[in-house]
């Protein structure tokens, strides 16, 4: 039998703006543009279909404003697409669509089911509240409620993350790029999700620190065989990570395949192109 | 004996879309067969196309048309020219090995974690995995005090045995080499040379390419020599 995907992403469209009739054909890499000229709709994502396998490290790629971090921002309920459907495998047996969910369920889905690291730690904490306390947060949301075994469980986070344990009740606004990245990666791993979300966490961090932020993705993957979504427009990022990937441009997906693959022989103008510039 | 690879009439074109679609023959009818056991040999001159057929088994790079029989133990026989990418995943992770003429490496990932890491994506447990990839590293004479270290510092020899040590941990049943030797001076070569003996009279299965013909003499069952992305079988001298 074939495995199942954990989580399974059929057709998701999210535009900004009123739409017409003619965002779709008249938007995309073909054309290079995601804004409609008919109505000047920005297609943000159209008819992205993901499938993403339990305890594997999905990448996706792509320039600037190609709709990356929408599509995460759907998958975390953050942003509401305007089409498309996805199933969870360990919600509703994977038979019910996600997006079209109560809002109180999906509230539980993302305090229960999901993990997500922003590239701006201000998005995912709060810096003016102790580490230990944004993660009692994460806990408390996903039904946690005795403070001893929040506490062990912050701690426990704090070494998964390496963290000096002594910096529990310190605030993360007085913390290096590197730390508070490690703070909302214990965050986003409290509740123990199957699937973690992660949009650029690296970006803007030294080379040293980033090398031990995709150390600590890898062995997270490795040791809690949690599945992730990792956003990068870092080829290198995504080569050291995964080991599918997705090619975003102006909404779409243009190419999706083995990693190594997808680098040394993409198939696509747009990915020979993105590969040459990126590289 | 049985046949562990087969490939048929393999062809590898790359369009180049930005110039022009401009198309680039990797490799051309290629032809061969492999039991379990053997060890082929691939030579031929600077962009004959060898490292093509390789990364062509291996997937990294998509075939244009032919097939690739691999009869995996666990997926019976499947065409990887064909396979969908989770089957290929499957086989890499457990089946085939691919050793190129660098090693890839996390830059903050000690020796130690990075073999233990393929044991771990291949399914086994942590402390079985650590066990497992110490004798490992043992066996391919690195340094003890070098486990804990980050392999990008190590000399170029030390790279290549860690190397080895990944691949050879998953006890691939298809081994594909690219130049491994490549980059070493010629004493360096010799402990590499021993290796593939021994990995070659404990029946692992190999596909290599290597640029002198004297090195793989002594293992070799079959040659074949490539040029201008044609195969052609020769002597063994
Ligand atoms: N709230 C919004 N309102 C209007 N347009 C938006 C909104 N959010 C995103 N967009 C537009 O949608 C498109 C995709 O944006 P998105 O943030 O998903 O890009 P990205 O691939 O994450 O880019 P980057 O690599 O720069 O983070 C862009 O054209 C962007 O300007
Ligand atoms: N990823 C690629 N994209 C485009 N052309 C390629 C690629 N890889 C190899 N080629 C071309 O295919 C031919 C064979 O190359 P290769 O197999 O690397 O040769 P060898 O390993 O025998 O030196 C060369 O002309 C090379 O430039
Ligand atoms: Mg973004
Ligand atoms: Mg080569
Ligand atoms: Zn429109």
Redo the contacts between chains.
Sequence with gaps: M??QPLLKVRNLNKVYGRGCTQCLALTGPAVDSNICPACNTIIACAGIDLDV?AG?IIGIVGESGSGKSTLIKCLCFDEMPDAGEAYLQNFAAGQTNIFAVSSQKKRWLRNHRLGIVYQNPHLGLRLDSSCGGNIAEKLIAADWYHVGKIRTRAKELLKKTKLPLERLDDLPKNFSGGMQQRVQIAKALANNPPLLLLDEVTTGLDV?VQ??I??LI?QIQ??LGIAMIVVSHDFAVIR?LT??TLVMKNGRVVES??T??VM??P???YT??LI?SML | MRVILKVTDLCKT?T???LNQRKIIGCQNINFTVQQGQFIGITGKSGAGKTTVL?CIY????PSSGSIVFNSALQGEIDLAQSD??Q??TVRRQEIGYIAQFLRV????TALDLVV?TL??KGDH?EQAVQQARAMLRHFQIPAKLWDAYPHTFSGGEKLRLNLAQAMIKRPRLLLLDEPTAALDEQSKAPVQEMIIELKKSGTTMVGIFHDLAFMKDVVDSNYQISQGCFKEVGIA
């Design positions: 074939k495995e396998y594997e040293s090398a031990q995709l150390d890898r490795q040791r050291m080991e599918r395949g083995l190594d693959q040394e022989d198939q696509h103008a020979q192109l040459n | 790359f180049l879309h930005r990364k997937r990294t790079y998509l990418v989770q290929i995943i996390l830059p903050q990932m890491e771990l994506a942590q």
